[in-house]
DNA sequence: CGCGCGCTTGACTAACTTCAAAGATGGTGG
DNA sequence: CCACCATCTTTGAAGTTAGTCAAGCGCGCG
């Protein structure tokens, strides 16, 4: 769904600017705080938590217009609709990860894929806050470009690699987000899975079966696999 | 390339922070700027001018480590090289645009599609002065969400979406980003479009043919367009 | 213990890629 | 000014690969 008028791009700076601090005197000002844990404390304050069960909808299609979020547990699925029933699954979301903070991201519904808890916010208001806290500003915009550096190597996933390929990359995706060693948690299932590299179920079990007989993959337990990183690596990367 | 020790977490805040610019007073401070157009012209004084003419390269796969750019003038397409000559072209960067301001960008290699002129600036310089400017520090977080907006969509074309639909989403995002009422400039090369959209240049040409056959698009000229929108946002978004 | 749901595997089909060649286009030099 | 050449684009025919349809398996839950 398009939002014409709303758009990413440069905002007036309004309200709250670093020198001049004293519209809003009767609360404690973000300009105040002196470290990241104070601001951290400041941010769970201005926060609602959120609690979703699987599969439940957190934010539906653009309806939170301006609504982000941070994950605390659990995982998150970002997901567009098609008219003709198909999904992308665009993102998941992890603890400590941001999603909401850009118009397209609140375009998409996000659901949760296990047991979630999440701190939500106004976008604006975020906003606000980070013009006048260097701490918060570095924390957006830290989130902002660990957003694009994942969205990018989404790109590359998905443009010009065969099933095998695709299914690497996105376990070192997982492994750099949530590996323990060589031990990867894939607590998503495999539909989630085919809708976020593109392809079918089918085609992605067909894709760990290669992997298992490559031994690159091999599995621990019904949620947990362990991965031979060099192996995973050259084959992600179109060497293997 | 993998770059770990370089990622996009959270840096530690230090340097000029808004209360305390005492450090470098001999220069003029980007926390004296009051307005968008001095932190514009400051930028300007900040930046080294840049020219290429196509398909010079403009930056080589991370090993302009820290820098980023902006664009004058011009079109730019970041890519990324695969080891069997499979190239992805991630984004196109077109005026007003900045590109390299996250790890996973400044590790493609920029290349210039037609004449380009860019601005190029340290990254963790800009950084610096947005802590202390909100001017430059909401230019940067629009411009990174702006960039995510961007992936995200380009992520929805790429994962299950034919050929015809991925050219309608990819012309949808061209007449957003450098559209004249419903003429397109179409400047880059079939070939780039198809490593744009995930296809070969042959299954490009045939989507273009299919969209005249339809009357969704109409050649002008070589490199110019006429499109029925309506028509077009149909196809893009599957109901068509 | 049995049912249901998700995962796996197999056979067939459809779609995109590949390979090949002809048709435009623009730039250069005679 | 026109002809020629290199490059890009379009079109056609054959080959691969992932999608589709269908059935069997296994794990977890009631």
Redesign the interface.
Known sequence: MMVPDE?????K?VGC???DPRAMREEVMPCDLRS?EETRAFLQQQAARVIAAPDRVISQDGAAERRCFRVTEGIVRLV?F???G???V??FAFPGDYFG?????RE?TAEAVSQVTLLEFDVGRL?QL???N??L??????A?????????????L???KDPRERLAVFLRMLHRQVGLGDVVPVRMPRTDIA?FI?LTPETVSRAFAELRRRNILEDLDRHLVRLDLSGL?RLA???G
């Open positions: 758009t990413d791009a440069l905002p700076v600017l670093c020198p990241e567009q098609y008219a003709d198909n999904r992308q665009t993102r903070l850009s118009r397209a991201e998409l906003q980070s013009d006048c260097p701490y500003a570095r924390q957006l915009t830290s902002l470009r660990a957003n694009v550096s994942e969205a990018t190597e989404h790109v590359a998905l443009g010009r809708d593109g690596g990367d179109g060497r």
